[in-house]
C-alpha cells in the first residue's frame, strides 16, 4: 500500500517518511475504508475483499466526519501533503469515488517477507535505538526510525483495520505465516533466529494444493509460449486445461475468503511489506546513512544486512523480481476472468503482450526460487521425492 500512496500523490517515500505514525495508521484505515465495492460481487472477489464496518460508517465516524467550519490556512507543511494524498487515492473510474482502492495480493507479502527483509530492519531499529554503531541518523532517518517502530515493531493502536495484535494473537510474525499457510499452503523460507521452526497455528483448512497447481498452471503457460512462436507443426497449448487450472486456483483462493475472512490479515501483510520494500526501492535517507546505496533494492538490503549482522537471502533479488507481478496474476485469476471471458487465457501467452511479460518473469523467478525449472515440463510421479516447497539452498548471501 505504501508504495501506491508514496506513488500517486507523487510525495515519493521520502515525503511519506515525514508523515507522524498517527497520520498514517489514518491513511491505511482511509484506504481501507474506501476499498473497492463492485456491486452484485461475492464476498472475497478482489473487487469486494470484505463488508466489515467502515469507520466513515460508524456512529463515531459520521460525527467526526461531518463537514467541520472552515480552517485557517496550513501552518504545518504536513496536513496539505495529507490531504494530497488522500485526494490522490484513485481506482478504476467504473467504481464509486469512495470506494475504490485495492491492495496488492498476499502472495506480495509472502515473497518480500521471504528476503528475510522484516529481521533486518528489526535490527536496524535496535541499533539505532540503542546505541550509535551505525552513526548518527539524519533527520530524515529519525522520521523514518519513528514511524517503523511504532507501525511494525510495537502493539498497534487498537480499532484500526490493520492492528490485529491481540491476547489471542500475540505474536505478529506468527499471525502472518499461519495467514500464508492458510491461503498459499507455504511457511517462509527462514525460521527462527536459532534456525529452528518459527511455531505458529497451522489451520486445518489450507491450500495445501496451491503450489503444485500453480506450477502446473505456469508449466502449461510456457508451453504456450512456446508454441506461440511456431508458424507450423503441431502446437500443443492446451487452452481447456489453462482455464482449468485458474478455475482451481480461484476455487482454492476464494474458498479461505469465504465471507471475507483473511481482508484485514492480507492488508496488514501487504502495508508492513509494502513500507519495507519501499525503504529499499531506491537511495533513501535511511539506506544513505547506512552507506548502502547501491542501483537495485536487494543490492541495497545486502548492504544493510552486512552492516546489522542479520543475513538476507541469497535469492532476494528473485523474491523482489516476482512479488508485483505474481500479485496481479493471482487477483486476475481471483476474479474469474479467464473462465468468464471466451479465449481469456490466450492473454497468458500471446507475444508480447502485457500479461505474457509477467508470466515470463513469474516463470522465469519461480524456477530460481524453487530450484524446479517451470520451462522443463512435468516433474516425476507425485509419489517420487520432491524438495521442500521454496527450499532454498544452504548458503545465504550477506554481502
Given at each position: ?354 500479461l505474457e511479460t509477467v508470466m515470463r518473469t513469474i516463470i522465469t523467478h519461480w524456477s530460481v526460487i524453487t530450484g524446479r525449472d517451470m520451462k522443463a515440463g512435468k516433474i516425476a510421479p507425485a509419489d517420487a521425492p520432491r524438495r521442500p516447497v521454496l527450499a532454498m539452498p544452504a548458503a545465504e548471501r550477506v554481502g
Open positions: 500500500m505504501f508504495r501506491t500512496f508514496a506513488k500517486v500523490s507523487g510525495l515519493g517515500a521520502q515525503g511519506l517518511f515525514q508523515f507522524h505514525p498517527a497520520d498514517l495508521i489514518a491513511l491505511l484505515e482511509l484506504a481501507w475504508d474506501h476499498r473497492a465495492e463492485g456491486v452484485g460481487l461475492p464476498l472475497g472477489h478482489p473487487l469486494h475483499r470484505s463488508d466489515l464496518t467502515r469507520f466513515e460508517d460508524s456512529w463515531f465516524g459520521r460525527r467526526a466526519l461531518q463537514p467541520p467550519a472552515p480552517a485557517p490556512p496550513p501552518t504545518r507543511p504536513l496536513q496539505p501533503n495529507l490531504n494530497l494524498l488522500i485526494n490522490a487515492i484513485g481506482g478504476p473510474p467504473d467504481f464509486p469515488p469512495r470506494h475504490h482502492v485495492l491492495w496488492d495480493h498476499l502472495v506480495y507479502a509472502y515473497m518480500v517477507e521471504n528476503t528475510r527483509i522484516v529481521e533486518i530492519f528489526r535490527r536496524v531499529v535496535h541499533e539505532l535505538t540503542h546505541g550509535e554503531k551505525l552513526g548518527a541518523p539524519s533527520v530524515a532517518t529519525l522520521h523514518w526510525l519513528r514511524n517503523t517502530e511504532e507501525l511494525f515493531y510495537r502493539d498497534g493502536p487498537s480499532y484500526f483495520a490493520p492492528s490485529l495484535h491481540s491476547s489471542a494473537r500475540p505474536d505478529s510474525e506468527a499471525m502472518r505465516r499461519a495467514t500464508y499457510h492458510r491461503l498459499l499452503g507455504m511457511d517462509l523460507n527462514h525460521g527462527t533466529a536459532d534456525n529452528k521452526p518459527y511455531p505458529f497455528t497451522r489451520a486445518e483448512a489450507a491450500n495445501k494444493e496451491f503450489v503444485s497447481t500453480f506450477e502446473e498452471l505456469l508449466r502449461e503457460v510456457w508451453i504456450g509460449i512456446v508454441n506461440a512462436g511456431n508458424s507450423s507443426g503441431i502446437k500443443s497449448t492446451d487452452d481447456a486445461k489453462l482455464a482449468e487450472l485458474t478455475q482451481t486456483l480461484q476455487e482454492m483462493l476464494l474458498a479461505r475468503r469465504l465471507q471475507g475472512s483473511l481482508s484485514r490479515e492480507e492488508y496488514a501483510c501487504v502495508s508492513m511489506m509494502s513500507w519495507f520494500h519501499m525503504t529499499v526501492e531506491t537511495d533513501t535517507p535511511v539506506v544513505i546513512d547506512l552507506r548502502a546505496q547501491a542501483t537495485s533494492a536487494e543490492q541495497r538490503l545486502y548492504k544493510i544486512a552486512q552492516l546489522v549482522g542479520v543475513p538476507a537471502h541469497g535469492l532476494a533479488g528473485s523474491y523482489f523480481d516476482i512479488a508485483d507481478s505474481i500479485s496481479k496474476v493471482l487477483l486476475l485469476v481471483e476474479t474469474g476472468i479467464f473462465t468468464q471471458v471466451p479465449k481469456a487465457v490466450t492473454a497468458f501467452y500471446i507475444p508480447a503482450s502485457p
